[in-house]
């Protein structure tokens, strides 16, 4: 019963999850959190830690709570289940690109999708500041180390744009938050 749920909501995951990690964790999120298969401070670190290392967090996570459900065979599925529908879509849609890049229909179903994805993205950056900066919504206290980084970090990165006009490598900037979350919260 594991592997056919596993099966299901990682393919719910990867069908309707459009814009990369950013865009694809609320759906993710409600999806992990609905099945019960992980919690929700887990989930957090999991995409904290997703996001710095190699690999796109859908397929990292699907990986990870399929082998802690069923072992192998729970990651084997999860992982297959969440790649399957972009491997489709990819395959039709290269088939059919050469018509349908000239249509004006698409190029504007394509700038709708694109500001979607934008929204999304900045929906999701918004609440895991709101999230990580005051903890939960019902029962809020603020972090003010949490609150400062994001700040320190924000001017960074927009002081940078100003300086060196192309801005700081979003690898650099992961890599100095990591560094001040070792120093400001230990190992």
């Known amino acids: 019963m594991i592997l ?10 990867g069908c309707f999850s459009f814009g990369g990690a950013y865009g694809a964790i609320p759906l993710i999120r409600e999806v992990v959190l609905s099945y019960g298969w992980i919690e929700e401070e887990k989930l957090s670190y999991m995409i904290a830690v997703s996001e710095s290392t190699p690999g796109p967090i859908m397929v990292n996570l699907a990986t990870y709570i399929g082998s802690t459900k069923a072992g192998v065979p729970g990651a084997i599925i999860a992982t297959a289940a969440v790649i399957l529908p972009a491997f489709l879509i990819v395959i039709v849609l290269t088939l059919l690109l ?11 179903m394509l700038g709708a999708l694109e500001a979607c994805v934008i929204g999304i993205v900045l929906a999701t950056g918004v609440y895991m500041i709101l999230k990580n900066g005051i903890g939960s919504f019902a029962a809020a206290s603020a972090d003010i180390v949490a609150i400062a980084m994001t700040i320190a970090l924000g001017g960074v990165y927009f002081g940078s744009r100003k300086i060196l006009k192309k801005g700081i490598s979003p690898i650099l900037l992961i890599c100095l938050a990591g560094i001040a979350g070792v120093f400001v919260y230990g190992w």
Do not use: M, P, V
């Not at 056919?4 to 995951?13: A, H, K, M, S």
């Not at 050469?98 to 504007?108: C, D, E, H, T, V």
């Open 4 to 13: 056919l749920e596993l099966l299901l909501g990682f393919i719910e995951i």
């Open 98 to 108: 050469k018509k349908l890049i000239k249509n004006g229909a698409f190029q504007s």
